[in-house]
């Protein structure tokens, strides 16, 4: 295989391409262990690195550079392989596994809107998928949300929310359901399936990030 591993901000980041990522991801669905496909978007590297309770359950989260931000900064034997990517496309081969195995997959997203994007977007390609969303604009609270996950127990749940409620739910939401694998995307795939582009945001935070490396890297050798 031509996946690598790199460390950046205290990560242990995987580097696949697609199809890669789409086979340990269905090989994942067999562990008795409940995993975590987190792909990490520029803004939220500093923050996950001083995610204490993420750290501990590392050895159960699959760390994969989530925009062109994270991957400008990884080494460039392996960024090649980073590039040959996309949320949206690795999305519809896990529901299409997820249809011809007969599993069900959940979305939870921010508000509605993005919630019927996505669950549209979906749907269209495969009408027969067992398919389930929630929104937190309509949840009242994370408990319910939990509870409505484990109702479905689904083997696919797809989180396609905000940074901060991201990192809030992974760090104690997520090992309180029972979704056999959970697929981090934050606004990555309503970005790609709405086309929304992001190309000054993403310049801007590479360079940030590159800049905040050097400190971190410089900070970490000293302790």
Request: charged share 25%; aromatic share 10%.
């Amino acid at each position: 295989m031509l996946e690598g591993r790199i460390t950046l901000f205290g990560i242990p980041f995987s580097i696949y391409n697609g199809q890669q990522l789409y086979r340990v991801s269905c090989d994942l669905l067999e562990e008795p262990a409940l995993y975590t496909v987190f792909f990490v978007m520029g803004e939220q590297c500093i923050r996950l690195a001083e995610a204490k309770n993420l750290q501990k359950n590392i050895e159960r989260i699959c760390w994969v550079p989530g925009d062109s931000a994270v991957q400008s900064i990884i080494p460039k034997r392996y960024r090649h392989i980073a590039e040959d990517f996309s949320i949206r496309r690795y999305i519809l081969e896990m529901c299409e596994y997820a249809t011809d195995m007969g599993l069900d997959v959940c979305i939870l997203m921010d508000d509605e809107a993005g919630l019927k994007t996505v669950f549209d977007n979906i749907r269209k390609v495969y009408p027969y998928l067992q398919l389930h969303g929630w929104s937190f604009e309509k949840a009242r609270t994370s408990e319910n949300i939990v509870n409505e996950i484990n109702s479905v127990a689904p083997e696919i749940l797809i989180l396609g929310v905000n940074s901060g409620e991201l990192r809030h739910y992974v760090e104690r939401g997520r090992w309180m359901t029972n979704a056999r694998l959970c697929i981090c995307v934050g606004e990555g795939l309503l970005d790609e399936m709405t086309k929304k582009k992001k190309w000054f945001h993403n310049i801007t935070m590479s360079r940030t990030l590159k800049r905040r490396l050097h400190k971190y890297s410089k900070r970490e050798q000293k302790e």
